[in-house]
Each structure stands twice: as C-alpha cells, then as structure tokens.
C-alpha cells in the first residue's frame, strides 16, 4: 500500500479553490532524469468533499491546467485540460468531452488527519 502524504490544512482548502502538490516518489531513484518532471496532483471541495487526481490528462499525459490553480471551464462546472479542451466531471474525473472521451482522470485517495488533508500516492 502506498503511504499517505499531507498537502494541506482542511481550514486551508476553501470552496473554488484548487490546491497543487508535487507527489513523493514511493521508490528511490537511481540517478535523477533531467528531462522528468515530478508527478503532481490537485486538491479541491467537491461540494463539501475533498477530492484529488493527479494533474494528467489521460489523452497526452500532459498537466491539465494553463495557469497555478485553473482548472475549471469557463463557466465553473467541469476540470478542463488546458491543451485539448476535454471537459472531466470533478465528482469522478470521468472524460465527457474531448479527445479522451470515455477515460478518466485519475483519482487519489483523501483523508483527513488531525485537521490536514492527506493524499495516498497511487500504486
């Protein structure tokens, strides 16, 4: 099982607003690869329900937001990838438009702990 790391304090994380973290490599590097970036996350309320997904689009592999902490379309109803225009349903990450259609973000799981939120990296 993956171990749990913190990104914020639940007080932290308001209504709108999106939460970006590096994730933890779960394995040690042998030598580190210049060109590889560290794999990151986001954070939001879904509702009043935390949720997390790693900032990758299932079509390209590519961070999804334009700008630290855009994530949302337009109008403030669906994740938008930046790039290609596909539009995720923030409850499931599920792709309802896009050239990714029928994938899915993917999901990390949320805790909260002594009043901070906690993501488990994915196996």
């Not at 040690?28 to 210049?34: L, V």
């Not at 938008?80 to 995720?88: K, M």
């Given at each position: 099982?993956?171990?749990?790391?913190?990104?914020?304090?639940?007080?932290?994380?308001?209504?709108g607003q999106f939460?970006?973290?590096?994730?933890?490599?779960?394995?040690?590097?042998?030598?580190?690869?210049?060109?590889?970036?560290?794999?990151?996350?986001?954070?939001?309320?879904?509702?009043?329900?935390?949720?997390?997904?790693?900032?990758?689009?299932?079509?390209?592999?590519?961070?999804?937001?334009?700008?630290?902490?855009?994530?949302?379309?337009?109008?403030?109803?669906?994740?938008?990838?930046?790039?290609?225009?596909?539009?995720?349903?923030?409850?499931?990450?599920?792709?309802?438009?896009?050239?990714?259609?029928?994938?899915?973000?993917?999901?990390?799981?949320?805790?909260?702990?002594?009043?901070?939120?906690?993501?488990?990296?994915?196996?």
């Amino acid at each position: 099982m993956s171990p749990w790391q913190s990104v914020c304090a639940r007080a932290d994380l308001q209504a709108g607003q999106f939460v970006e973290f590096s994730l933890a490599s779960t394995e040690p590097e042998p030598e580190p690869i210049a060109d590889t970036l560290p794999q990151t996350g986001f954070l939001f309320l879904d509702g009043a329900k935390p949720r997390a997904y790693l900032n990758q689009c299932p079509h390209m592999g590519i961070e999804l937001n334009w700008m630290p902490g855009r994530f949302m379309d337009l109008d403030n109803v669906f994740i938008q990838c930046s790039s290609h225009g596909a539009l995720f349903k923030p409850g499931d990450g599920e792709c309802i438009a896009g050239p990714c259609q029928g994938d899915a973000l993917t999901a990390l799981d949320v805790r909260e702990t002594e009043g901070f939120l906690e993501v488990r990296l994915p196996e």
